[in-house]
């Protein structure tokens, strides 16, 4: 594969794995919230407090896990990982899926760096590590940043 292919190759992993973890997410969000407000119109009063809920955490985890099978590397994530703590609205990966700016640069024959910029009011940026393992590029690791601030902020993957 020649270099450009290989360009094309990695950023097509990283939109493929974003744009598939924002639909999960966004699914996920709006169904608890219609939970949440089929509950208030259920359950008035102080009821509401102890009304039984789905467990959309769980739920969440176990849609995305097979994300990190597919897209990530295998490393350990303490935090994070196929056992994510949140969810929630704008999505982790908001605006992925139409970038302003997209920029790949090869750090060695198994390190790569893909940039995305986003048109976001966030104007969120994305800096994703691209790993080559067992001859397949994978996700590590990214960073992102917001509002054109200079510092990346690691981010939880």
């Known amino acids: 594969m020649d270099e450009a292919a290989l360009k094309m190759h990695l950023v097509g992993r990283v939109r ?38 789905s467990d959309w955490f769980t739920l969440f985890g176990e849609r995305t896990a097979p994300l990190f099978d597919e897209y990530c590397t295998d490393k350990r994530r303490v935090y994070g990982g196929k056992n994510p703590g949140s969810f929630g609205f704008p999505s982790k990966f908001n605006g992925i899926d139409d970038p302003l ?37 994978r996700i590590d690791s990214y960073k992102q940043r917001r509002y054109g601030h200079e510092k990346w902020d690691s981010a939880i993957l």
């Open 16 to 53: 493929a794995f974003g744009e598939k973890w924002n639909l999960i997410e966004n699914d996920i969000y709006t169904r608890s919230r219609e939970e949440e407000q089929s509950l208030r119109a259920q359950y008035p009063g102080i009821e509401y407090h102890f009304a039984s809920r």
């Open 101 to 137: 700016d997209v920029n790949v640069e090869i750090k060695t024959k198994s390190r790569a760096e893909v940039y995305i910029k986003t048109p976001t009011q966030f104007k969120d940026e994305y800096l994703f590590v691209m790993l080559k393992k067992a001859g397949e590029w």
